[in-house]
């Protein structure tokens, strides 16, 4: 089915461990984007990438990782897991910056 | 700096009740404006948005917003709501080098 999919639906891990969370879209996006969801924040833009090998901080990125080297796959690497890290990972994808993002299910992560 | 805000954290109704939930955005140039609905354990989906035109839009499942540009507000209202409409929903806007999430208004729909 064409759309947005994220791997794993729920992780938990230990603190200090390298985590990969994983994203892949069907559309052919030239934009995707790393959202976390918290309690009171709303989301907020973990990374985005405007095209393969093209990507961008957003409003907290301090203790991830991605990159594009495929216009579909967008992982996001957690290099060292903290608690502070726990959180429900979502990403994103459009055609334009300007226009409306579709949304991934999720990825619920838990960091003990 | 950029900013969306969402006054109401947490909305409960009944019923038939009318909804109106809050968003505004602090920049002076132009903007494109989004309303999100996520229902519990869902991904975010599309309401509805404005790039321009009508200022009062119609979206999916009966909501519309209006936007008014002098009070730098999109709010979005509902005459009539359900128990289904029990969600979170979340105000985007669309900066010229960002895209910004209000903190969202959680919905609840007594039946």
């Known amino acids: 089915d064409a759309g947005i999919t994220q791997s794993p639906r729920y992780k938990i891990t230990e603190t200090g461990r390298q985590v990969t969370l994983m994203c892949h879209q069907t559309?052919?996006?030239?934009?995707m984007f790393w959202y976390r969801q918290d309690l009171g924040h709303g989301l907020r833009l973990i990374y985005y990438?405007?095209?393969?090998?093209?990507?961008d901080k957003g409003e907290v990125p301090d203790g991830y990782v991605v990159s594009r080297s495929k216009t579909e796959n967008f992982p996001l690497t957690l290099e060292s897991a903290t608690r502070s890290q726990t959180s429900v990972y979502f990403c994103?994808?459009?055609?334009?910056?300007?226009?409306?993002?579709?949304f991934g299910s999720g990825t619920r992560l838990t960091v003990v | 700096a950029q900013s969306v805000s969402q006054h109401n954290h947490h909305v409960i109704l009944s019923e038939a009740a009318s909804l109106e939930l809050g968003c505004n955005y602090s920049?002076?140039?132009?903007?494109?404006l989004f309303w999100y609905v996520q229902y519990p354990g869902q991904h975010l989906q599309l309401l509805l948005k404005?790039?321009?035109?009508?200022?009062l839009v119609k979206g999916i499942k009966g909501f519309e917003a209006e936007f008014i540009k002098s009070k730098f507000s999109f709010n979005l209202r509902k005459p009539s709501v359900q128990w289904s409409d029990t969600a979170e929903y979340f105000c985007?806007?669309?900066?010229?080098?960002?895209?910004?999430f209000g903190a969202g208004t959680r919905l609840t729909v007594k039946p």
């Open positions: 994103a994808s459009s055609e334009d910056r300007g226009l409306g993002y579709t």
């Open positions: 559309w052919s996006h030239s934009y």
């Open positions: 990438s405007a095209a393969a090998d093209i990507t």
């Open positions: 920049y002076g140039g132009t903007v494109n």
């Open positions: 404005y790039f321009s035109g009508d200022p």
């Open positions: 985007a806007v669309i900066f010229p080098n960002d895209m910004r």
